[in-house]
């Protein structure tokens, strides 16, 4: 055939290089390393869940609210928060307390302090309503007893709503006492520094909130500084921590195992020689291409070496089967790469493939993870399938000048082993019952695919940060191996428990046009009358904290505001409905101006309205619930908040991962019918090759449901790794059977000598490859954690996957599409079936 031709030029040319200039191509390659070293120190590092957010209209409109309104609890790259407890922080020396680590940050320059607020302060200058530095505050909570304390706490509790805010829930203003409190401190943040979120990058607050740590000791008592150059600085520590532990033990169980699999130096050395290379060139490509190494992407580098392990051992084991038939060794590496070109094309194709269906992501770090697998694919096949078999074969000449040792050139597996007998245990079930096996296999994977179809699908901030608490076993490990605290969490985690305005427990509607609208307060407030059931209740009414509930408070204040309100309300309920803007120029006059730009700015354009939900309701509960309330307002509102910005990006992780998952599968099903017609001139071996695969996926999904995984970031690239990895062994199966079965009298012994053959490399692969990458079960960081074992995993699945399920499938296909017995002689043994160059 015309193409086959044209495949098989292709095949010769590189065969010309490979083996008649092999010195050439190894110094080509070594010079293309080089130049791609060049774009790593390019890479830059991006994390947080800000990086999934970019494209979604609810981060938007939160964005829009973070930018117009002041939070004292958002993470703000402009802000320090004082978290204090473990006293009664209303105390006389629970406020002394606060006012004096404020005080020192304030009288340091290099902290840059523009502003700072909290309860004490509000107290002190109730105390004392001259005070308007924090020494005069100091001096007059100093003056106060304890009972003018009380007093002026239980004046604030009743007339400032802001004051609360700044309180535990356990705050009870009778007896003036409340567990913790939270000051801010704002900084004035350099211009022309990256913000960023201090999430695993870096933060302009780092020195200056790690310096406030110090203050904060010196000061006495439970005070907690936190924001995001602690979240930096301790982020960097979990990572750290992390591939202090990981590393070292990936490397040694790689080593280890290609050890035993190449069990000579020089092959060892060359193996991992090209690791690195593809390592290399992959994020050499990030540098030049501005590709920032986010989270997501840590996925890629046990993607390469799961994929590189495996080209490397198939290319040495096949290499030295031919040398025990052929003296030649030009000659023997021409065989090998003619038959390993090809499945290596293969695998790389399928594999760029399924990797390339993440770019219908709505989700820029999965389209970004789909470009840098796919690259990263193609330089491993380049790597693995030119420059190693001409290192190997350059090597080999060296050894020959020079007294290099050489240890065992033996391939791994022979037939009559016992190894060789262990992995064909599925040769054996294809030759009883190769229908019933191939059935019960695609039922079960049915089964599981239906299982996993109700996979979590929760998206949230804890997935990035590290774990509250470690395992105890992490205690046993010595110096430096042994990892430090974190505290991050725990502190996020108290927040949200001991605070109204915490993430996890309000929900907010952005509203956006013209306030002064003789409805808009009317509007606004009824938007929250009669709620739905996952909103808290004040009566019949949505407990919420919005321009209107600031209004209502401070007419019991201001006798003068509570006319102007009563004079331009026209149904007499305290919301006024005409004059709004007179009503708007008073508030932002008065002492209650910073809690009206908390939910209306200074332009009347927008407004927020923070609902309080139930703690225990699901993240889809209250989505749907907020947007039936922003539904209900008259002027444009836009649901938004962490719980609705984590689901909306849940919807999308999962709508991406289910449709690059069909497209993966679709895109790889046709890729293989064309190339197995193109090469063997049979379309339909591509369907029995894809079985294995989609046997894979399906058991890979339905056990991260039942081991409680949720399919987040991290996880949902693991479905996209399966369908590599999955091909990757099927495909070397597959067209190895097809060479043997042009030789071999039977498809059983055919299949015998394809596991005996391959079966042996495979294993070896799979055994680097989970024991490698599997110590990321080790990492300190959870998210890294899970990846690594659902890696594992989806690599043990691939592999049983093949050695089990592909061999009943080839049967089955030789009885619907072969030609010949498949016990029997085959008449005119030789020809095969890639002998008959029709098509199905």
Do not use: C
């Not at 791609?36 to 947080?48: D, I, N, Q, R």
């Not at 694919?377 to 350059?394: D, E, M, Q, S």
């Not at 006319?563 to 007179?582: F, W």
């Not at 890696?791 to 399920?805: I, K």
Request: glycine share 8%; no cysteine; hydrophobic share 45%.
């Amino acid at each position: 055939m015309p193409a086959k031709v044209d495949y098989q030029r292709v095949i010769d040319a590189a065969d010309e290089w490979i083996t008649g200039r092999p010195g050439v191509v190894v110094l080509v390659f070594l010079v293309l390393t080089a130049g791609f070293a060049v774009g790593l120190p390019s890479v830059s590092t991006e994390s947080g869940t800000e990086q999934f957010s970019e494209d979604v209209p609810a981060e938007r409109a939160l964005q829009d609210v973070n930018d117009k309104f002041s939070d004292p609890f958002a993470a703000d790259e402009g802000s320090t928060q004082l978290i204090q407890r473990g006293e009664n922080v209303l105390s006389k020396p629970g406020l002394l307390r606060m006012l004096t680590i404020q005080q020192r940050m304030a009288d340091d320059p290099d902290m840059r302090v523009v502003e700072t607020e909290s309860a004490a302060r509000i107290v002190a200058r109730e105390l004392d309503p001259s005070a308007s530095t924090l020494e005069a505050e100091i001096d007059a909570v100093e003056r106060a007893t304890p009972g003018q304390i009380r007093t002026a706490v239980g004046t604030l509790a009743a007339e400032n709503p802001g004051f609360s805010s700044l309180l535990s829930d356990d705050f009870n203003p009778t007896a003036a006492s409340a567990s913790a409190t939270v000051g801010i401190v704002r900084h004035e943040v350099p211009a022309g520094i990256s913000s960023g979120s201090g999430q695993g990058g870096s933060s302009p607050l780092e020195p200056i909130q790690l310096e406030a740590v110090y203050v904060a000791d010196a000061a006495g008592g439970d005070v907690v500084v936190f924001g995001s150059g602690v979240i930096a600085q301790e982020f960097g520590t979990v990572i750290g921590d992390s591939l202090l532990i990981v590393v070292p033990a990936a490397v040694f169980f790689i080593i280890l195992f290609l050890i035993v699999a190449y069990r000579d130096l020089v092959d060892l050395l060359l193996g991992t020689v090209a690791l690195g290379m593809a390592i290399v060139w992959t994020f050499g490509f990030m540098g030049f291409a501005g590709i920032a190494f986010s989270q997501i992407l840590i996925a890629v580098p046990p993607l390469l070496l799961a994929v590189g392990i495996d080209f490397g051992i198939h290319a040495i084991n096949r290499y030295r089967e031919e040398r025990l038939d052929e003296d030649d060794p030009q000659q023997a590496m021409r065989t090998t790469t003619d038959q390993l070109l090809v499945a290596f094309f293969i695998v790389t194709a399928t594999t760029v493939i399924g990797f390339s269906s993440n770019l219908v992501s709505g989700l820029l770090p999965i389209r970004e993870f789909g470009v840098v697998a796919a690259i990263g694919i193609t330089f491993t096949f380049l790597i693995f399938g030119v420059f190693l078999p001409a290192f190997k074969l350059y090597t080999d000449e060296l050894r020959v000048r020079y007294p290099i040792p050489t240890f065992s050139q033996a391939p791994i597996g022979s037939e009559g082993s016992s190894l060789g007998g262990v992995l064909s245990i599925g040769v054996g079930i294809a030759k009883r019952a190769p229908v019933v096996f191939l059935v019960v296999a695609l039922v079960g994977a049915g089964g599981a695919g239906y299982y996993a179809a109700g996979i979590d699908t929760t998206f949230s901030q804890e997935q990035f940060l590290p774990p509250e608490e470690t395992a105890d076993f992490y205690d046993l490990l010595p110096e430096p191996f042994k990892p430090g605290e974190y505290t991050i969490t725990a502190t996020i985690n108290f927040l949200e428990d001991n605070f109204e305005s915490s993430e996890d427990d309000e929900t907010v509607v952005y509203v956006e046009g013209p306030m002064e609208r003789d409805s808009a307060l009317e509007s606004m407030y009824r938007a929250g009358e009669d709620p739905p059931e996952t909103f808290v209740r004040d009566g019949r009414h949505a407990r919420e904290s919005s321009i209107v509930t600031v209004i209502l408070a401070y007419q019991e204040r201001d006798p003068d505001f509570d006319a102007l309100v009563a004079r331009n309300d026209r149904n007499a309920n305290g919301i006024p409905d005409r004059n709004l803007d007179e009503v708007y120029d008073y508030l932002f006059a008065s002492p209650a101006r910073e809690q009206t730009l908390d939910y209306l700015t200074e332009d009347r354009r927008n407004a927020r309205v923070v609902y309080a939900v139930q703690a225990d309701a699901t993240d889809t509960e209250v989505t749907d619930d907020t947007r039936l309330v922003a539904d209900r307002y008259r002027m444009g509102a836009t649901a938004t908040g962490q719980i609705v910005v984590f689901k909306a990006i849940s919807d999308i992780i999962f709508e991406s991962a289910i449709v690059s998952l069909a497209l993966a599968i679709a895109g790889t099903a046709v890729f293989l019918l064309l190339i197995y017609w193109v090469l063997e001139g049979r379309a339909s071996l591509g369907l029995a090759n894809l079985v294995p695969i989609v046997v894979t996926v399906a058991f890979v999904g339905g056990s991260m449901r039942y081991l409680g995984f949720s399919l987040n970031a991290f996880t949902a690239t693991v479905l996209a790794m399966t369908i590599g990895l999955g091909i990757d062994y099927s495909v070397h199966l597959t067209h190895r059977y097809i060479d043997e079965r042009r030789i071999q009298p039977t498809v059983v012994s055919a299949l015998s000598r394809t596991v005996y053959g391959t079966g042996g490399a495979l294993l070896g692969s799979v055994l680097t490859t989970v024991f490698g990458i599997g110590v990321l079960v080790l990492s300190v960081f959870p998210a890294i954690g899970d990846f690594g074992l659902l890696t594992g995993l989806s690599v043990v699945y691939a592999f049983l996957s093949s050695l089990l399920v592909l061999p009943a499938a080839l049967v089955v296909w030789e009885r619907l599409f072969g030609v010949g017995d498949i016990d029997a002689a085959t008449p005119g043994a030789g020809a095969g079936p890639a002998a008959t160059p029709s098509v199905d």
